[in-house]
């Protein structure tokens, strides 16, 4: 990837379907996360996906099933220009060798998937907002305070 043209043109695609696949996988996201987190704090309001999702509608409508997505929909597009940012620079710059493309490729998509972690966490923070599941911050206060 050596042709800046070339590079927007793959950021543009990664862009269109990164986007659509997080909008299309956002109420299964919002199920899973929910899920989970009753996991953790014992409870038993969802019992399954099918189960999960009446219980989103009912309580929170259409937009309960899209909760964090703009923070998802944000740290994957940057994640995507990001990581191909760097990508293209390391390699236009620094080598012509392959093998050390492929590691430096490595390392920048970890800096980039460092970069916007915390959209990812404000994500599935949002995503459980609004659900009635207790936060169970018992074990944490033990922790901190020990």
Known sequence: MDNPVRLSYNVLRDIITRSVSVIATQPFYVIAVRMMAQFVGRETKYSDIFDSAIHIFIEQGLAGFYQGLVPRLTGELLFVIVSSTLIFTVNTLVTKDETVRLLL?????YVAASVTCLFRVLSTCMAVTGSGLKPDV??????IFV
């Open 138 to 143: 018992g074990i944490w206060l033990t922790l």
């Open 105 to 109: 490729a490595c390392g920048t998509r």
